[in-house]
């Protein structure tokens, strides 16, 4: 019998697992309709942060969080579809903190009118990244990551709408007029008006859209032909299949036509997940869709659809890398340091700080791809090394994560104030006028350049290291080469990126406040509620510079939370086929008691 | 004697917190926060000095986990002292209260976010001189650029922004290559070795065996990978055009702290894991780093004599003594090293001094061009006198300071290059060290004229200056923020062996390793006509060591 069958009857367990999830989409439901009935959007924030401290609540309350066993550690306690272990619960906890920061970095006056529906959406494009965390299916695996990609069109649309419909303010729900807003007016440079700003987020919407849904079908072509050499839409189903086949054909090449085939559907995965990834060679709309947007759309961009990516990329390498052979390294090496490469250096010409956030965005993905082409390599323990390939692009992710959402958050903060702040040189001065955003800042810049003693110091360790192991291990020279050639491709960028990151820290700190007097003259938004935004944006940047700083001093607890989920998602299906049994069998109750069929 | 060590690397950083909270926009507040945490590290720095025993062990040696994992696999924070970074460390402490001196009233802008960019640059110099962890050594290396980019950026003179920027490009474009060669070696390590470990005492006893090294080719290429940081960070010739930039535009306390130590964190990484841990590689590579140190010695000093800028020719004169300090290093012998390192304080001292020396005239005059002034010995004569002094130690008057370290590390080059190289290189080497001699003439040339035209002849002042009544000479604060490096000057130059001897346990057994390293690698090659004068290369002669050879490996706790 096929146990894939039995694995998608969905019970009460299942239910209860994805609590969490479901009180998010409930909560987004539930704004939705009340947004309707309020009047302003005052409560909407509150709101949206009450959702996600009660999705926090459930997650922590859940049964499983508390028990370390190692059958837990395995990733292969789970209940339906949902996998329950430390790989999915460690990434639903990342998603969910960095849900509270996309709500607390949206700006006052967002999406207008329209504000209830923007914080749901947001709650569920935290939703949604949570689902794909926990799935173990291929459908529900599509399903998560539609749920992220649908909200995240009408976000885009959103962002730029609210500043051209008139904010109401909460004093007395006096619309404000619209030539008081900022951009008011074209006249000053670089500031798009609010016909021009929808018309550009129209733009960045419907190039979104369009690629998108095109990765989304390359990445459904992909499923298929995993399903079409395992015959199940279950990861340790399609895994025990894959790797029973190349085992008894004696290796991939004398394996079934359709197994065979098995590379070219992790080609067209990678390729589609490289939209979410933004990485080459899916990275041609980051650019231009973070420009057109706005500060924190773009920050909830460059994250959430990366995190998805990775998580379900990790997922999917994991279970099929038996069958991928050098395939599967060849591709993510080529692509890692095309991807780092190409974002780095177009990233130094640009004078928009979100093209060129965008830029970094794109190194960013490349450098993730390193991990994954560590983990996918000729050695898959990486001869001893301090930490495997997942690990190290999982916990690379958080810390690039925090640091991007937190310069994000800081450009929210710092156009509330002077109006939209979008050229490099706008940033001048701040350091004098806002110190802990300047300082902030300047921590995220340098974690992203991976200075020590900060969490993308942490991070580069981790994936470089992983490269030199398997190039100084005993693997045939032409494999350890490559692997080399990863490694210096991935040093020689940290050194170019430093030339963009340190710009931007640069123009805080040595220049004098020019381009910002230009800026004192618009009034802030939305009278004083403008102010609790911006006090907001300021937390978000604030608590984001805190947490790469003591990331940074005190990585120990991150480093193995991230080691304990590598090893949780990479366990048994290729090492040990006696496990796949036993996963893929539903254990339906919290005492991981085997259900008998 | 650990934990005064671990406050000792840890006091600035509280300093700096204190500074910046106490001094945001409150000068004396933040400097007089700044002085006596500088001072107290001094003080704890001083005791840590005087009770270090000697000898190969490392000193007041601690290690905490750091990135967790299992077991001993993983980052520690291993502290400790061994004789390569015991006046290195003590340096460091010394000329940061320089520093502080010599910016009490020059630093009006910020002054809170300077005084703790000064203290947190500190604590990277004191952690990277007694990190004893591969990878915590690469993150005092790498996080000292973060204060200095800031402090050379935000007070530095008119191009302080390409400045700043082009001095952490160069140094982090190096320093990357670098942290991949630590990291072969750890996993190289690993492979030969069985176990994984970060700790530089395991790996550099482990290394001492010739069976764990890595095979020649692999060996070249970390050799050369982690030359990359250290030559940009020495600099070597061709790598140093970041440091004149840098230098000139540095404010006055950067400069001193910039030539007087971090670039030794250079060549200390340099003695540290290319000699310590790929001796062969170093065999294979001595002709070509040796040219580039003599080309650096002589190009350095060519390219002084022609500048206007005080502070430029001062910044060129230590890509010609850096090349020195190279030379001895290169030696691969007891009195190289010996020399090299004694050249590399010596260096700090007097190079240290300079530039606070020209801090103090910039501080008067608001020039630096040579040309604006002249016979100021009749204005100022302290700052002569300790200007003078400064510049006699750097060109080497014997009985100072620099006198004692070029002798050591020329008597070093020399009996590398007559008693042991490989006939081919032969005439090579010995034409490069006497070339380097030369050098020394070239340095007594630029300097005197320097101090010449500066401070005798007839009195020229900047016209711009209004009321030249006012201008007086040192302070007794400024005269405080020379002295003691003034009293070293003498001290060493008089009395080497203070300095020497402390360091000769760990420095003699890395050359003793590395130089029988390079002998046997040379002979292996089967080097036609190897000579070598028995009994002198392979044990060396040491000034101040005990004589006898070492074979035991350095061991800590």
Not at chain 1, 175 to 202: H, I
Not at chain 2, 536 to 543: K, N, Q, T
Request: contains cysteine.
């Amino acid at each position: 019998m096929n146990p894939s069958y039995d694995v998608l009857t969905v019970s009460g367990r299942t239910v209860q697992q994805l609590l969490p999830e479901a009180a998010l989409v409930l909560a987004a439901v539930l704004l939705m309709l009340g947004g309707a009935f309020m009047k302003g959007a005052a409560l909407c924030r509150p709101l949206a942060l009450l959702a996600l401290a009660l999705a926090a609540l459930f997650l922590a309350g859940q049964p499983a969080a508390a028990d370390p066993t190692a059958q837990f550690a395995r990733e292969s306690w789970r209940v339906g579809p949902v996998f329950v272990g430390d790989y999915s619960l460690l990434l639903r906890w990342v998603a969910l903190v960095l849900g509270g920061f996309y709500v607390l970095m949206v700006p006052p006056g967002a999406g207008g009118l329209l504000a209830a529906e923007y914080f749901g959406t947001l709650l569920l494009v935290v939703s949604g990244t949570m689902l794909v965390c926990s799935a173990g299916d291929l459908v529900f695996l599509f399903l998560g990551l539609e749920l992220i990609s649908i909200p995240t069109y009408v976000i885009l649309y959103l962002a730029r709408t609210g500043e051209s419909a008139p904010v109401v303010d909460d004093g007395g729900g006096v619309p404000v007029d619209s030539w008081y807003m900022p951009g008011g007016s074209d006249e000053r440079p670089g500031s798009p008006g609010p016909v021009k700003a929808a018309r550009w987020a129209e733009e960045a919407t419907v190039k979104y859209f369009f690629l998108s849904l095109l990765s989304s079908s390359l990445l459904l072509y992909g499923f298929s032909f995993l399903y079409g050499a395992a015959g199940s839409m279950d990861l340790p189903t399609i895994g025990e299949t894959l790797v029973a086949q190349v085992r008894s054909a004696g290796g991939l090449a004398s394996s079934p036509m359709l197994t065979r085939l098995v590379p070219l559907g992790f080609l067209l995965i990678v390729t589609g997940l490289a939209f979410k990834l933004a990485a080459v060679p899916f990275h041609f709309y980051a650019p231009d869709v973070y420009q057109g947007t706005s500060h924190a759309s773009a920050g909830l961009l460059a994250v959430a659809p990366k995190l998805a990516g990775l998580v379900v990329l990790i997922r999917i390498t994991a279970v099929i890398r038996p069958a991928t052979g050098d395939f599967a390294w060849q591709v993510l090496a080529v692509m890692a340091i095309v991807s780092m490469t190409w974002g780095n250096v177009m990233a130094l010409w640009q004078r928009e700080i979100r093209r060129m956030l965008a830029y970094s965005s794109i190194a960013h993905a490349g450098y993730l791809l390193i991990g994954l082409a560590v983990a996918c390599g000729p050695v898959v323990e990486a001869g001893g090394g301090p930490i495997d390939g997942f690990s190290a692009a999982i916990f690379y992710m958080i810390a690039y994560s925090l640091a991007t959402l937190g310069a994000f958050a800081a450009l929210v903060h710092l156009s509330g104030r002077d109006g939209d702040v979008r050229l490099v040189e706008q940033l001048a001065g701040v350091a004098k006028s806002a110190p802990a955003v300047a300082l902030s800042f300047a921590v995220f810049m340098l974690s992203l350049t991976g200075i020590p003693p900060l969490a993308g110091f942490w991070g580069k360790l981790g994936l470089l290291s992983g490269a030199v192991a398997v190039a100084s291990s005993e693997v045939e020279p032409s494999g350890a080469r490559w692997f080399l050639v990863l490694a210096i491709a991935g040093a020689v960028n940290a050194a170019i990126g430093a030339g963009y990151y340190l710009r931007l820290a640069g123009v805080m700190f040595f220049r004098p406040t020019a381009v910002c007097e230009a800026g004192q003259r618009h009034v802030p938004q939305g009278g004083h509620r403008a102010q609790a935004g911006r006090s907001t944006a300021w937390v978000a940047t604030v608590a984001a510079g805190f947490l790469v700083l003591s990331i940074g001093v005190v990585p120990a607890p991150f480093l193995q939370a991230a080691v304990r989920a590598g090893q949780a998602v990479s366990r048994a299906p290729r090492e040990r086929p006696a496990d796949i049994v036993t996963a893929g069998m539903p254990i339906d109750a919290v005492d991981g008691r085997a259900r008998q069929p | 004697m650990e934990r005064v060590l671990w406050i000792t690397v840890l006091l600035p950083l509280a300093g700096a917190v204190l500074a910046m909270l106490l001094g945001w926009s409150n000068a004396p507040a933040a400097r007089w926060t700044a002085l006596v945490a500088s001072l107290t590290v001094l003080l704890l720095a001083t005791w840590i000095l005087g009770t270090y025993p000697g000898g190969e062990m490392v000193f007041a040696f601690s290690s905490l986990p750091w990135s967790g994992g299992p077991a001993d696999v993983g980052v520690r924070l291993s502290l400790g002292l061994d004789g390569a970074g015991i006046w290195l460390f003590g340096l460091s402490s010394l000329l940061l209260v320089t520093a502080v001196l010599v910016s009490w009233e020059s630093i009006a802008d910020r002054p809170g976010l300077f005084y703790a960019l000064l203290l947190i640059l500190e604590t990277g110099l004191l952690g990277v001189f007694t990190a004893q962890d591969i990878i915590l050594f690469y993150v005092f290396f790498e996080f000292t650029l973060v204060p200095l980019f800031f402090l050379i950026g935000m007070w530095g003179s008119e191009e302080r922004h390409w400045a700043a920027m082009k001095f952490f490009i160069f140094t982090l474009a190096g320093s990357v290559l670098t942290f991949l060669g630590l990291l072969v070696l750890v996993f190289w390590h690993a492979r030969t070795c069985g176990n994984m470990t970060f700790s530089m005492i395991q790996l550099t006893a482990d290394f001492a065996d010739p069976a764990a090294r890595m095979p020649l080719a692999l060996q070249t290429w970390v050799f050369l990978a982690l030359f990359a940081g250290f030559a940009i960070k020495v600099p070597l010739f061709p790598f140093h055009t970041w440091l004149p930039l840098a230098h000139v535009q540095a404010p006055t306390a950067g400069s001193v702290l910039l030539a007087g130590v971090l670039l030794k964190v250079g060549t200390y990484g340099f003695l540290r894991f290319n000699l310590g841990m790929l001796p062969e590689a170093t065999a294979v590579c001595m002709p070509w780093v040796l040219s580039l140190a003599v080309v650096g010695i002589l190009y350095g000093a060519w390219v002084c004599l022609g500048q206007q800028d005080i502070k430029r020719l001062i910044a060129y004169s230590s890509v010609s003594h850096l090349g020195y300090c190279m030379l001895g290093l290169l030696a691969v012998n007891r009195l190289g090293i010996q020399g090299g390192s004694l050249q590399m304080i010596n260096h700090g001292i007097s190079t240290g001094g300079l530039f606070a020396c020209v801090g103090m005239l910039y501080d008067r005059y608001h020039t630096r061009r040579i040309a604006d002034v002249g016979g100021l010995a009749r204005r100022l004569p302290r700052l002569a006198f300790f200007m003078l002094l400064f510049a006699l130690s750097s060109i080497g008057l014997p009985g100072l300071n620099g006198f004692a370290g070029e002798f050591v590390l020329l008597l070093g080059a020399f009996e590398r290059a007559w008693t042991a190289v490989p006939a081919d290189w032969m005439l090579l080497c010995r034409v490069l060290v006497v070339a380097a001699v030369g050098g020394i003439v070239l340095g007594a040339w630029y300097m005197l004229w320097l101090v010449q035209r500066v401070f005798f002849g007839p009195l020229r002042e900047p016209l711009s200056q209004q009321d030249h009544a006012r201008i007086g000479d040192l302070s007794l604060r400024e005269v405080a923020a020379l002295a003691p490096l003034a009293v070293l000057v003498v001290w060493i130059g008089l009395m080497p062996s203070t300095v020497l001897v402390p360091m000769s346990g760990t420095l003699d057994s890395i050359a003793d390793r590395a130089g029988a390293a390079v002998a046997e690698s040379w002979q292996r090659s089967g080097e036609v006509g190897f000579r070598q004068v028995a009994g002198i290369s392979r044990d060396g002669v040491s000034l101040a060591g005990t004589g006898e050879r070492r074979d035991d490996v350095m061991s800590g706790k």
